[in-house]
């Protein structure tokens, strides 16, 4: 049997515990809390309140579940309270129930009966579970997210690397757009920076050029820029920078975490697309992982197919969800429900293409030249 309580935000940060997720950090948790609890939108929330459960085996404290309760607006009329993990609103990179000591089978009941009858709420949804997570034992999962990484050390180094995962194109690709910065009289250099208000004016000015594709600037937004910054403080964290010239026109920043280094942001100055400089980035990013000899290098949660190119590793995030038998939520059920199952069938179609040209890539990498062991590698 197990007693749970609820703790405050500073009765957490007063908890020593190991991390696997980013998200589960005590730092993450209360940074994110405090910089987002005002910030109302339907994708944010409304009212919103942390609950921090605790979940004790006689005195001893075994795992930790970081939840919050905020509000959302549903068909115009229905406001719906919801139950999430704190932190997956936004910027969401992993999250399950904090493990402090070993669990017996019957765990994950006890917890959500406990918060069901101990905590109000319409829809319980739980977002960025890894496929380990024990809430698998009681709720269906749906997928929701991929995070492509590399498993640095798989390979004795980079060139080794390069030759089994990217594909003959993508090589080319690489060598084409240097070819075409030589021939055009740039020069392009490498630079790793501390993320600093000098670097941040560079970051800031080839974000701003995401815009020009419809995409949203991270920098526009006060409080997103607020908390980032202060994700970097917290961890180990530096930017990679390509330059033309001595002129910046592509970043990547980083963090590291527990032996796994995570991409958190990148961008590339669209007036220099037809050079590739995206690519050029990230493939200097993963140059640097082998050199510093990270364990795991992530580029972050997210469909992008432009991250595909890099690797042939996902790791699958899933959600789940529960309810109360309300009014409200009776009624709303049929179209979240519908919802959740349509979020499930776009992921699952991206990731089964995504599979196949990864067995499509290792294929025709076989019959390669590459089998000769011949390297043409990329100078910079």
């Given amino acids: 049997m197990y007693s749970f309580s609820l703790i405050t935000l ?3 940060q007063q908890i020593e515990y190991s991390s696997k997720f980013p998200g589960t950090q005590t730092s993450w948790i209360a940074d994110w809390y405090h910089t987002f609890k005002k910030h109302n939108d339907n994708h944010f929330g409304l009212d919103k309140k942390a ?30 309270q919801f139950l999430e993990f704190l ?31 101990n905590i109000s709420y319409h829809f319980l949804f739980l977002k960025y579970l890894p496929s380990s997570s024990r809430l ?13 990484f590399v498993q640095t050390s798989s390979f004795s180094d980079y060139e080794r690397f390069r030759l ?43 974000s701003a050029s995401k815009t020009t594709d419809g995409k949203s600037d991270l920098y526009e937004n006060k409080l997103k820029e607020d908390f980032h910054l202060k994700i970097y403080r917290q961890n180990p964290s530096k930017v990679v920078f390509i330059k033309f010239n001595g002129e910046a026109v592509a970043y990547g920043t980083l963090i590291d975490i527990n032996g796994q280094r995570i991409g958190v942001d990148s961008a590339f100055d669209r007036k220099f697309r037809k050079y590739g400089v995206g690519i ?27 991250k595909f190119q890099f690797t042939n590793c996902i790791e699958e995030f899933f959600m789940c969800y529960d309810f ?49 062991n011949f390297v043409e590698s990329v100078e910079i």
Wanted: proline share 2%.
């Fill in 87 to 117: 932190g997956q609103q936004w910027s969401g990179m992993g999250h399950d129930i904090i493990v402090i000591r070993e669990l017996e089978a019957g765990f994950v009941e006890e917890l959500f009966y406990w918060i069901k009858r």
């Fill in 10 to 12: 500073e009765d957490l």
């Fill in 280 to 306: 050029h980035c990230i493939d200097q990013v993963i140059r640097d992982g082998f050199e510093d000899n990270v364990q795991k290098l992530s580029f972050g949660l997210g469909m992008d197919t432009y």
């Fill in 164 to 206: 089994k995962v990217y594909s003959r194109k993508f090589r080319e690709d690489l060598r084409r757009t240097y070819r075409r910065i030589k021939r055009d009289g740039f020069k392009m250099e490498v630079e790793q920076h501390e993320i600093d208000e000098y670097s941040l004016a560079a970051i800031r000015n080839i």
């Fill in 324 to 372: 109360k038998i309300r009014l409200k939520s009776l009624l709303v059920l049929p179209y979240f429900h519908y919802r959740i199952k349509k979020m499930n069938q776009d992921v699952s179609l991206v990731m089964e293409r995504n599979k196949q040209q990864v067995i499509t890539d290792a294929e025709n990498n076989k019959t390669s030249n590459d089998k000769f």
């Fill in 51 to 80: 609950y921090i459960v605790t979940a004790y085996e006689g005195n001893k404290l075994v795992a930790i579940v970081p939840l919050m309760r905020l509000t959302r607006t549903y068909f115009k009329y229905f406001k719906l």
């Fill in 136 to 148: 698998k034992s009681k709720f269906r999962f749906y997928r929701y997210a991929g995070a492509p």
